[in-house]
Nanobody, 119 residues
């Protein structure tokens, strides 16, 4: 069964940096495209960044472009989100999502990690 766990969140000040990690189990990590999502209090989920299964390409939401970097280490089966120049608007629970590379495959996600940016 596909299971995902995000970690590394915490309380940071505006302008600070934080690195989130995502680990998975129950699937072949290198066969899954992956994304980071976040959900702020009282709001719906927002897509943040994506990286394909072989790290050949990455994509970012306009709100984080230039500040966040997504990466993955397939050998150790870990995905990262390096966040810099953090703003209060980045405050949210961050989740990682995995999608098998074949068409029409559903997204999977698991436990998130809370990031709070003080103003």
């Amino acid at each position: 069964d596909v299971q995902l766990q995000a970690s590394g969140g915490g309380l940071v000040q505006t302008g600070g940096s934080l690195r989130l990690s995502c680990t998975g189990s129950g699937f072949t990590f290198r066969d899954y495209d992956m994304s980071w999502l976040r959900q702020a209090p009282g709001k719906g989920p927002e897509w943040v960044a994506a990286i394909d299964r072989g790290a050949w390409s990455t994509h970012y939401a306009d709100s984080v472009k230039g500040r966040f970097t997504i990466s993955r280490d397939n050998a150790n089966e870990i995905m990262y989100l390096q966040m810099g120049s953090l703003k209060p608007e980045d405050t949210a629970t961050y989740y990682c999502s995995a999608t098998y590379y074949m068409p029409d495959s559903p997204n999977r996600w698991g436990q998130g990690t809370l990031v709070t940016v003080s103003s």
